[in-house]
């Protein structure tokens, strides 16, 4: 059983490391704000989810004295992180970040979509 465990656990850190990478790779070199915002958001999120399950679960082997500060982190994790993606993306809408003037260096297409109640645009 132990094997076992032990084997889980190193699962979770690499699959974990992966998707912090992962997230972090995207975060750097995704073009436009909207595409950049799902890195830290949906791939760190899982990461840093898996890292935590797997230190819960280093605890819960080894027998030491359980922490529920790992579950509460995890918890406000999951809770927060797409609740600030969307609050920042409403805002980015709002803000028109089509017409922002482009970073220096990026040829990227940086078009944000009309918005979907076709409402002219309040500083023209």
Same mark, same amino acid.
């Given at each position: 059983?132990? !094997? +076992?465990?032990?084997?889980?656990? #190193? +699962?979770?850190? !690499?699959a974990g490391s992966a998707f912090v990478l992962v997230g972090a790779y995207g975060? #750097?070199?995704?073009?436009e704000f909207?595409?950049?915002l799902?890195?830290?958001t949906k791939a760190s999120t899982l990461g840093v989810g898996c890292l935590l399950v797997a230190s819960v679960g280093y605890h819960a082997y080894i027998g030491s004295d359980p922490q529920p500060?790992?579950?509460?982190?995890?918890? +406000?994790?999951f809770i927060t992180a797409p609740?600030? !993606?969307?609050?920042?993306?409403? !805002?980015?809408?709002?803000?028109?970040?089509d017409e922002m003037p482009?970073?220096?260096?990026?040829?990227?297409?940086?078009? #944000?979509?009309?918005?979907?109640?076709?409402?002219?645009d309040e500083r023209a």
């Open positions: 059983m132990s !094997a +076992f465990v032990e084997i889980l656990l #190193v +699962f979770l850190l !690499a975060l #750097v070199k995704l073009s909207f595409k950049r799902h890195g830290p500060r790992e579950l509460l982190i995890t918890a +406000f994790l609740i600030s !993606a969307h609050l920042m993306a409403k !805002a980015a809408l709002s803000l028109r970040m482009q970073l220096p260096g990026g040829s990227e297409d940086t078009h #944000v979509p009309e918005r979907p109640d076709h409402a002219p």
